[in-house]
């Protein structure tokens, strides 16, 4: 069964660099999540999409947006990064409707420098 | 505001053994509840939910987790445990803002030994 595709897997940054991570869920889920898991943290919400217009935003610093385009794939753009972006950060996706399981992808490891 | 607790950071069995991993929730209305499993660099894998219905929920990989409202309870539980479960465990709940988020518990790590 198809999953939830993130790419790249891995990043290595510079402080006030930007970055791109993207996210493709599984066909036919119209609702995408972005998680930050830090060094032994639980994931932490930052922002929520449901047919390409945001649904929820929680801790997510200003200088991070992020967008879902019109096949469903979403990208979470980081700016000015700092040290303490380094984390996982996870999508996951799930279909709406009801209480369904978020399904969610491998990660991208982001390491600033 | 919602929120899950797991109380334990470890929690340490042997092979073949039961195992339970504790998880207590609040929340002011229903509770969805969720078991996520998380491998070294891995994303977390579903494992169960709990919606409503049966307290006793079966899930992935022989596992299930049993709801108890009166308790606030969630723990999630195996009858025999296998090395290979050794792993990061983490209790969800979804947010009663009705878009979907997913409020994590601190996570557990199971330490089955041979």
């Known amino acids: 069964a198809a999953g939830v595709i993130q790419s790249p897997r891995h990043l290595i940054k510079e402080k006030r660099e930007t970055a791109t991570l993207k996210c493709y869920p599984i066909?036919?889920?119209?609702?995408v999540y972005w998680y930050q898991q830090g060094p032994g943290q639980d994931p932490q919400f930052l922002i929520s999409?449901?047919?390409?217009?945001?649904?929820d935003k929680g801790s997510i610093p200003d200088r991070f947006s992020a967008q879902q385009f019109s096949d469903y794939h979403s990208e979470l753009n980081m700016s000015s990064l700092e040290l303490g972006d380094s984390a996982l950060y996870f999508c996951?996706?799930?279909?709406?409707?009801?209480?369904?399981?978020?399904?969610f992808g491998p990660g991208t490891r982001l390491t600033v420098l | 505001a919602q929120s899950v607790a797991q109380p334990e950071d470890q929690v340490n069995v042997a092979e073949g053994n039961p195992l339970t991993v504790k998880c207590t929730y609040s929340?002011?209305?229903?509770?969805?509840l969720f078991w996520y499993v998380q491998y070294p660099n891995r994303g977390l894998q579903f494992l169960l939910k709990?919606?409503?219905?049966?307290?006793l929920v079966k899930g992935s990989y022989g596992f299930e987790a049993e709801f108890n409202k009166s308790q606030t309870s969630f723990h999630l539980k195996k009858p025999s445990a296998l090395v290979s479960d050794s792993a990061l465990y983490f209790c969800?709940?979804?947010?009663?803002?009705?878009?979907?988020?997913?409020?994590f518990g601190q996570g557990t790590t199971l330490q089955v030994k041979p």
């Open positions: 996951a996706s799930s279909q709406a409707g009801g209480p369904n399981e978020q399904f």
């Open positions: 066909p036919r889920h119209d609702t």
């Open positions: 999409f449901y047919e390409k217009m945001q649904s």
């Open positions: 929340v002011s209305g229903n509770p969805y």
């Open positions: 709990y919606i409503t219905g049966d307290n």
């Open positions: 969800a709940v979804r947010d009663e803002s009705n878009t979907g988020k997913l409020i």
